[in-house]
Nanobody, 117 residues
Framework: QVQLVESGGGLVQSGGSLRLSCAAS????????MVWYRQTPGKQRELVAI???????SYVESVKGRFTISKDNAKNTVYLQMNSLKPEDTAVYYC???????????WGQGTQVTVSS
């Protein structure tokens, strides 16, 4: 089992920054892939950023150049640095851990990000 605990959400003005953290504990593997998603009411969960076991990253087009995903393997923590935030970034942000070797996935509880105009 894996537990994911997110933190760092909050209220920020347009143009501001936030850093989300997702701390993982439990049966973590070096092959794990970490993903940040976001969801607004009435919409499907959207993949925002992904970082694989080698540190390769990928982003949804709408956040490229503004968001940065990173990880600290020693702390088993993944981060999402969000800069130049826009009201349309307002959502609940979730982290997800994929274990392709074990065919398992785990979700965090979500953290609210609200960007005021």
């Amino acid at each position: 089992q894996v537990q994911l605990v997110e933190s760092g959400g909050g209220l920020v003005q347009s143009g501001g920054s936030l850093r989300l953290s997702c701390a993982a504990s439990g049966s973590i593997s070096s092959f794990d892939v970490m993903v940040w998603y976001r969801q607004t009411p009435g919409k499907q969960r959207e993949l925002v950023a992904i970082i694989d076991s080698r540190g390769s990253t990928s982003y949804v087009e709408s956040v490229k150049g503004r968001f940065t995903i990173s990880k600290d393997n020693a702390k088993n923590t993944v981060y999402l640095q969000m800069n130049s935030l826009k009201p349309e970034d307002t959502a609940v942000y979730y982290c997800k851990l994929d274990q392709p070797v074990r065919f398992r996935s785990y979700w965090g509880q979500g953290t609210q990000v609200t960007v005021s105009s």
